[in-house]
C-alpha cells in the first residue's frame, strides 16, 4: 500500500513538477523543452491514474492526510487524499483531456510568444484541478477550488493586451469570488456545527444534525442542512456557472481554444457539479437544497441554450451549450441522480472538448476568424476536423448509441421521476433544451461545414483571436491542421461515440459509485430508472420511439431548413421579432444590469464614503476642525494676553471677587 | 552562541548601536560605507533574533528568554523584557523587514543616506522593544520614541505635503498614547508597580475597567487604524518613502493590535467583553465600508493603505471574538499582511522609482516591459486578495471561522472581503499590469534589477510558504493564545 500512495503523491506532483521547470525556467529550456516537458508530467499522472483506478476497481480505497497544514484550538487542517471511486473518474477524465490538450497547444499556439508561459499555466490548472478532485476534505477542496479559478483567470487574461480579455478576467474572477464567498460561509457552517472539515467524519455525523435547525433571522427558523446546501450550492453556481451567475463563461472565450477546451468546458466548470456529487450524503438530508439545485440547473438548461442561437462566434455558440448541459448536470443532481450527473459529465467532457478543440481548428484553419458567417463548405478543406465536429456534434444532440444519448437520455428519464417542486418544470425544460441543443449545434455545424464558402469576403467583426491583425482573412484557402492538433481530435472522438455505450451499465446501474455517492431511499428515481434498464443496446433502441429523438431530430431538419435551403427565413423572423431577437442579443441584459448595478453602484457608494465619510466629516470636521478649535480657542485666549499690567490686575481684582464670593456663600 | 539571557537585550540595541555607527559615517561623501554597515547591522538584527525562534520553547505558555534588572527604583521601574508565542513572531518580522527595507532603499536614497539608514536601524531596535517589554513605563518609552524615527523618515525623505501628512502621524498617534500613560499611572496607583504581567492580576471595578479600556483604545485604535480613527494611514503612507510606508504598513500598525492583546484583554476582561460589540462593529465596518473607499482611489498607495485598514478589520474582529480561531486568526493575519503590504509597497516604491508617479491613470501594459515585475505584482494582488496557497488566506479564513461561531452575519460581512478585497486589487492590476502599452513612459520602462528582485523574491517565498504552511507560525502561539483566553475568561470583579 506505501507504493500506492507515492502514486497517489506523484499524480498531482507530476503536473506541478511541469507547471514549475516550464514556468520558471522556459526562457532557458526554450519552447520545445518546455511543452515536453509539461506533456510528459501530465503524461505520468494520467498513466498513473490508469493505475490507482484499477486498483480502486480492486477494492482499494484510500482516506488519509499528507501532511498537516494548520492546527488551532482543537482542530486540525490537514491536507490529504480520498482516493474512492469518484475521484478516480475525475482523475481519469482531468488527466486525459489534458493530455489532449497539451498535445493541441503544440500546434494550437506554435506561433504565440507565451508559449512556455502557456504550457507552465495548463500544467498548474490540472495540478490545480486534481488537488480538488483528490482532497478528502473541505479546505483542501477550497484550495483546489480557488486555484483552478486562478489559473482561469491567468489563461483567460493571457493575451493581456487586449482589452476585452482582461475585463473579461476580471470578471470571471469576481463573480467566481461571490460564488465563493456563499460557499465558505457553508465551509464556515460545516465547521462551526460539526467541528471538523473531514468528508468521512462530516458525512459521518450528518444523518443525526439532519433535524438541527439554525436562526439566523430572529424569530425564523431554518434547516441547517438546508442553508449549509444551499451555501455550498452557490459556491457551485459560481464556478460551473449557474444562473444568475453564469455570466463569466460566455466571457472567458476570450482565452486561447485550448483552455476554453480544458477549463471552461472539459473539467473546471464540472467542479461545482462534482463537489455536490462528493456532498450527497449532505445534500440528500434537505429536499428543499435539492429543489433549489434542480431549479436553478432547469433555468440554466433552458435558458442558455436560447442564447446559442443567435452567436455567430464559433466559440461562443459551444460555450452556450456549455452552459446549457452543465445546467443538465445540475438538474440531476437536484433528481439524486448524482451518478447520472457525474455520468453526464464525463461524457460531456468528451464531447464538448472536442467541439472546442475542433473549434480551434477551424479557427486556425480560418487565418484566426471566428464568425461562422465567413465560413461555409469547409468539410473539403478540413476532412479530420469535419467528420471529428460531426462526431462530436452528434454526441451532443443525444443521438442513440453516442455517449451524450446515454448520459442525457438518463438525466430526462430521472427527472421524470423526480417528486421535488420544480421537478415538472425542470422536466419540461431538459426535453424542450433537446430541442435548442439540436437546432443551434447543427446551425453552426451546417454553416461551418457545408453550403456556400463565404470566406474571403468577410463580414465586418471584431472576434478574432490572437491580435494577428496583419494575418486576416480572405489569404488563401483554409487548410487542415497538423497532426497535433488533429491527432487529440481523433483521440477525442473515439470515446465520444463509445464511452456512454460501455459505461452506462455500471456506472449508472451497477455498483460503481457504491459508498463514495448516496442516495437515500426515499429518492428512489435511480432505483426506478435501473428497474426499467435493459442494457444499453436496448436503451438505445428504445429511444427510437421517445419523445427527445424526434425533437433532436426536428431541431437538426429545422436548422437544416432555415440555415441550407431557405437563409430568408430566419432574417425575416429577426426583423419580425426583433424584440425577442434584442433581448437575447443582449442576453437578457444580466451583463449590463450587472455592470450598471453592482460594479456602478459599488463604485458609487464607494466614492460617497470616502469623499463624504472619510474627507469631509472625519478629516473636516472631525481632524481639521479640532485642529482649527485649537486655533481659534488659542486666538481667543491670546486677546488677554495684553501685556498691559492694569488689565491683568483688573483680571485678578475680578477673580478674587467671585471666588471670595462663591467661598462665602459655600 | 548566545545567552538566553542576554538575547533579547541584543535583539533591541544591537541595530540602535548599528544604527549609531552608521550615524557617525556622517555625510553622503561615505554613502556608500553607510550603506554597508547598515547592511550589516539589519543582518546582525535579523541573526540575533533567530535564536528567539528557534530557542524557543512552544509547550510552554509563559514568558521567555526573560531579562530584568531594577532601572528606576523609586518608581520600582524595571528594565524587564521577555517573549512569548504572542509577541516572538513580531520581533522576527521586524528583523526580516528591517533587512529588506535597507536593501530596497540602497539605490534609491541618495541624500542623506547615513540618516536614512540609521533611522530604519533605530526604529528597528525601539519596535522590537515594544514587543519585548514587560514593564509598562519601558513599553510607553520604547511605543513613543519609536514615532521620532518615523516621523523624520516622512518628514525628511517624504512628498510634496510631507510636514501635513508628518504632523498629522505625530498628533493623532501621540494624543492617543498619552492616555494609555494616564492608564498606566493610574494601575501603578493600584499595583505599586509598572510591571506589565501584575496588571494582568489587578482586579477592578467594571467603572474603572471600562476607563482603562478607552484610554488603551485611544492608543491602540489609532495605531492599527481601526475606524474612524484610520484617516492619518493613506495620509502618511502618501508622502512616506517607501521604506517608511514597509515598515509603517509591515509592523508599526501592529502595535496597536498588540496592544488590544497585551494590555486590553487581560489587564481589563470585562470591559473587554462588555464592549466586544463595540469594537466587532468597528471591525466589521473598517471590511466593508475601508473595502468600498479602497475601490476608488486613483493613487495606488493610498489604495494599499485603505486595503491596510480594511485588512487589519480582520485583526480587531478576530481578537474580540474571544475564540481560539480569532485570536490565533488575528496573529496569523498581521505576520502575513506584515509580508504583503510590505511587497505592494515595494512594488508601488519599484514604478515610483522609474515614472515618479503613483497614479493609477498613469499606468497600463507594465508586463509588456516589466515581465518579471509583473509576475511579482500579480502574485501579491492574489495574497492580497485572500487567494488559498497564500499567506493572505491564512488569517482571513481563521478569522471568519471563528466568527461564524459565534454570529452568522458578523461572519457574512466579514467574509465580503473575499468579493471588495479582490475587486479594488484586482481591478487596479488590470489597469495598470495589463493591457496595451499606455503611454511612451511606460513602454521604456526596465524590468527589475536583482536587487529589487532579491527584495520581492523574498517576499514571495515567505508569503507562499506561510499560505502552503502555516502551522510552524500557529504552533509556535498555541499555549500562549489559550494560556491568553483561559486568563480572559476570568472575570476581575
Not at chain 1, 459 to 480: A, I, L, N, Q, R
Not at chain 2, 140 to 169: D, H, Q, T
Not at chain 2, 259 to 270: E, H, K, N, Q, T
Not at chain 2, 277 to 303: E, H, N, P, R
Request: aromatic share 14%; hydrophobic share 55%.
Amino acid at each position: 500500500m506505501i507504493e500506492m500512495q507515492k502514486l497517489y503523491l506523484l499524480v498531482p506532483l507530476a503536473p506541478l513538477a511541469g507547471a514549475l521547470i516550464a514556468g520558471l525556467f522556459g526562457w532557458l529550456i526554450g519552447r520545445a523543452a518546455s511543452h515536453w516537458v509539461t506533456i510528459l508530467g501530465v503524461a505520468v499522472s494520467f498513466v498513473a491514474s490508469i493505475v490507482i483506478f484499477q486498483d480502486v476497481l480492486a477494492g482499494h480505497t484510500f482516506n488519509g492526510g499528507v501532511y498537516t497544514w494548520l492546527t488551532t484550538g482543537e482542530t486540525r487542517f490537514e491536507v490529504g487524499f480520498l482516493i474512492d471511486r469518484l475521484t478516480t473518474v475525475m482523475m481519469l477524465v482531468v488527466t486525459f483531456v489534458s493530455l489532449m490538450v497539451h498535445i493541441y497547444t503544440i500546434g494550437y499556439m506554435a506561433e504565440d510568444s507565451g508559449y512556455q508561459r502557456f504550457f507552465s499555466y495548463i500544467s498548474l490548472f490540472t495540478f490545480s484541478m486534481l488537488m480538488l478532485v483528490m482532497s478528502n476534505n473541505f479546505i483542501q477542496l477550497f484550495f483546489g477550488w480557488e486555484a483552478v479559478g486562478l489559473v482561469s483567470y491567468l489563461l483567460i487574461g493571457f493575451w493581456y493586451t487586449r482589452p476585452t480579455a482582461i475585463y473579461a478576467n476580471l470578471k470571471a474572477f469576481l463573480v467566481n469570488r461571490v460564488g465563493d464567498f456563499g460557499f465558505l460561509l457553508g465551509i464556515g457552517l460545516v465547521l462551526a456545527h460539526f467541528g471538523t472539515l473531514d468528508y468521512a467524519a462530516v458525512f459521518a455525523q450528518a444523518p443525526e444534525m439532519a433535524s438541527h435547525t439554525i436562526s439566523l433571522i430572529e424569530g425564523q427558523t431554518w434547516s441547517l442542512m438546508t442553508v449549509i446546501c444551499i451555501l455550498l450550492f452557490i459556491g457551485a453556481m459560481g464556478k460551473s456557472a449557474q444562473f444568475p451567475l453564469h455570466v463569466w463563461l460566455p466571457d472567458s472565450m476570450e482565452g486561447p481554444t485550448p483552455i476554453s477546451a480544458l477549463i471552461h468546458a472539459a473539467t473546471m466548470v464540472t467542479a461545482g457539479i462534482f463537489m455536490v456529487a462528493r456532498m450527497s450524503p449532505l445534500f440528500e438530508l434537505s429536499e428543499t437544497a435539492l429543489s433549489v439545485v434542480m431549479v436553478i440547473g432547469a433555468i440554466t438548461a433552458l435558458f442558455m441554450g436560447f442564447l446559442g442561437v443567435i452567436q455567430n462566434d464559433i466559440k461562443r455558440v459551444v460555450a452556450y451549450s456549455t452552459l446549457s448541459q452543465l445546467g443538465y448536470m445540475t438538474v440531476a443532481l437536484g433528481a439524486s441522480a448524482y451518478s447520472v450527473a457525474i455520468f453526464h459529465l464525463m461524457t460531456h467532457a468528451f464531447f464538448k472538448a472536442l467541439l472546442f478543440l475542433a473549434a480551434g481548428s477551424v479557427i486556425i484553419g480560418m487565418h484566426h476568424d471566428q464568425d461562422i458567417r465567413n465560413m461555409g463548405g469547409l468539410r473539403k478543406y478540413m476532412p479530420i476536423t469535419w467528420i471529428t465536429s460531426l462526431i462530436g456534434s452528434l454526441a451532443l444532440i443525444g443521438t442513440p448509441f453516442f455517449s451524450g444519448f446515454y448520459s442525457k437520455d438518463s438525466i430526462i428519464e430521472a427527472v421524470g421521476l423526480s417528486h421535488l417542486p420544480g421537478s415538472g418544470f425542470a422536466y419540461f425544460a431538459v426535453v424542450a433544451g433537446v430541442f435548442i441543443t439540436a437546432f443551434y449545434s447543427f446551425r453552426m455545424y451546417f454553416l461551418v461545414f457545408h453550403g456556400k464558402e463565404r470566406f474571403g469576403h468577410p463580414v465586418p467583426s471584431h472576434d478574432h483571436e490572437g491580435g494577428k491583425e496583419d494575418d486576416g482573412h480572405g489569404h488563401g484557402k483554409p487548410h487542415e491542421s497538423p497532426w497535433v492538433v488533429t491527432f487529440p481530435l481523433v483521440m477525442l472522438a473515439i470515446p465520444s461515440v463509445v464511452i456512454g455505450y460501455l459505461a452506462i451499465q455500471p456506472m449508472l446501474f451497477g455498483d460503481y459509485f457504491q459508498g463514495a455517492i448516496q442516495v437515500a431511499p426515499h429518492h428512489p428515481a435511480m432505483a426506478e430508472l435501473a428497474s426499467e434498464f435493459h442494457g444499453a443496446a436496448a436503451m438505445a433502441l428504445h429511444a427510437l420511439t421517445a419523445l427527445p429523438l424526434w425533437l433532436a431530430l426536428a431541431g437538426v431538419g429545422l436548422s437544416w431548413f432555415f440555415y441550407m435551403k431557405r437563409p430568408d427565413i430566419p432574417e425575416a423572423i429577426k426583423q419580425r421579432f426583433s424584440l425577442i431577437y434584442s433581448i437575447l442579443e443582449r442576453k437578457y441584459g444580466f451583463d449590463e444590469f450587472n455592470d450598471w448595478f453592482f460594479a456602478g453602484g459599488m463604485r458609487l457608494i464607494g466614492r460617497g464614503l470616502w469623499k463624504g465619510g472619510d474627507v469631509a466629516v472625519i478629516d473636516g470636521f472631525f481632524v481639521n476642525g479640532t485642529a482649527r478649535m485649537v486655533g481659534w480657542i488659542s486666538s481667543l485666549v491670546r486677546q488677554f494676553q495684553t501685556g498691559y499690567i492694569f488689565h491683568y490686575a483688573f483680571a485678578m481684582i475680578i477673580g478674587v471677587f467671585v471666588m471670595m464670593t462663591l467661598f462665602v456663600k459655600g | 552562541m548566545f545567552s538566553g539571557l542576554s538575547l533579547l537585550s541584543l535583539v533591541i540595541w544591537v541595530p540602535i548601536v548599528a544604527g549609531v555607527a552608521v550615524l557617525a559615517t556622517g555625510s553622503d561623501r561615505n554613502a556608500g560605507l553607510a550603506r554597508v554597515l547598515a547592511l550589516i547591522g539589519a543582518l546582525a538584527g535579523l541573526v540575533v533574533s533567530l535564536p528567539l525562534y528557534t530557542q524557543f520553547d512552544t509547550l510552554q505558555a509563559g514568558m521567555q528568554f526573560v531579562e530584568i534588572s531594577p532601572w528606576i527604583e523609586t518608581f520600582r521601574i524595571t528594565y524587564h523584557l521577555g517573549v512569548d508565542g504572542i509577541s516572538v513572531l513580531f520581533i522576527l518580522l521586524t528583523s526580516f523587514t528591517t533587512v529588506l527595507v535597507v536593501i530596497a532603499g540602497w539605490k534609491v536614497i541618495e541624500k542623506r543616506v547615513a540618516q536614512y539608514m540609521a533611522a530604519f536601524l533605530f526604529m528597528s531596535g525601539l519596535m522590537n522593544g515594544v514587543f519585548a517589554a514587560l514593564d509598562a513605563v519601558l513599553f510607553y518609552v520604547f511605543w513613543e520614541a519609536m514615532l521620532i524615527p518615523m516621523f523624520l523618515i516622512i518628514g525628511v525623505w517624504g512628498g510634496p505635503n510631507r510636514v501635513y501628512a508628518a504632523v498629522k502621524f505625530f498628533l493623532y498617534t501621540l494624543l492617543g498614547s498619552l492616555l494609555m500613560l494616564v492608564a498606566f499611572i493610574y494601575l501603578y496607583s493600584k499595583v505599586g508597580t509598572f510591571e506589565i504581567l501584575d496588571f494582568h492580576r489587578v482586579s477592578l471595578t467594571m467603572t474603572e475597567q471600562i476607563l482603562i479600556f478607552f484610554a488603551f483604545f485611544m492608543a491602540f485604535a489609532v495605531k492599527v487604524p481601526m475606524w474612524p480613527v484610520h484617516t492619518w494611514l493613506p495620509d502618511a503612507h502618501v508622502e512616506a518613502p517607501t521604506g517608511g510606508s514597509v515598515v509603517l504598513a509591515a509592523i508599526m500598525l501592529k502595535m496597536g493590535a498588540y496592544g488590544f492583546l497585551r494590555l486590553s484583554l487581560p489587564i481589563v476582561p470585562d470591559a473587554s467583553h462588555a464592549l466586544s460589540g463595540f469594537m466587532i462593529t468597528l471591525s466589521l465596518i473598517a471590511v466593508v465600508y475601508i473595502g468600498l473607499v479602497a475601490l476608488v482611489q486613483a493613487d495606488m498607495k493610498k489604495l494599499i493603505a485603505y486595503s491596510s485598514i480594511s485588512h487589519m478589520g480582520f485583526v480587531t474582529l478576530g481578537t474580540f471574538i474571544f475564540n481560539a480561531y480569532g485570536i490565533e486568526g488575528a496573529l496569523v493575519q498581521m505576520i502575513s499582511h506584515g509580508f504583503i503590504s510590505a511587497a505592494l509597497f515595494l512594488c508601488v516604491g519599484v514604478l515610483y522609482d522609474r515614472m515618479h508617479s503613483r497614479m493609477i491613470a498613469d499606468y497600463g501594459g507594465v508586463a509588456n516591459t516589466m515581465p518579471k515585475f509583473a509576475a511579482f505584482f500579480v502574485l501579491f494582488a492574489m495574497a492580497n486578495s485572500g487567494l488559498p496557497a497564500t499567506s493572505g488566506f491564512v488569517g482571513e479564513f481563521m478569522v471568519i471561522m471563528g466568527t461564524i461561531k459565534i454570529n452568522f452575519w458578523y461572519a457574512f460581512l466579514a467574509a465580503i472581503t473575499l468579493i471588495f478585497g479582490a475587486s479594488y486589487t484586482l481591478w487596479m492590476v488590470k489597469r495598470v499590469v495589463f493591457g496595451a502599452v499606455a503611454n511612451d513612459h511606460v513602454g521604456k520602462l526596465a524590468d527589475i534589477s536583482s536587487r529589487e528582485f532579491l527584495v520581492l523574491g523574498l517576499l514571495a517565498v515567505a508569503v507562499l510558504a506561510m499560505g502552503l504552511y502555516p502551522l510552524p507560525f500557529t504552533e509556535v502561539m498555541h499555549h500562549s493564545v489559550s494560556n491568553l483566553l483561559s486568563h480572559v475568561a476570568q472575570s476581575k470583579l
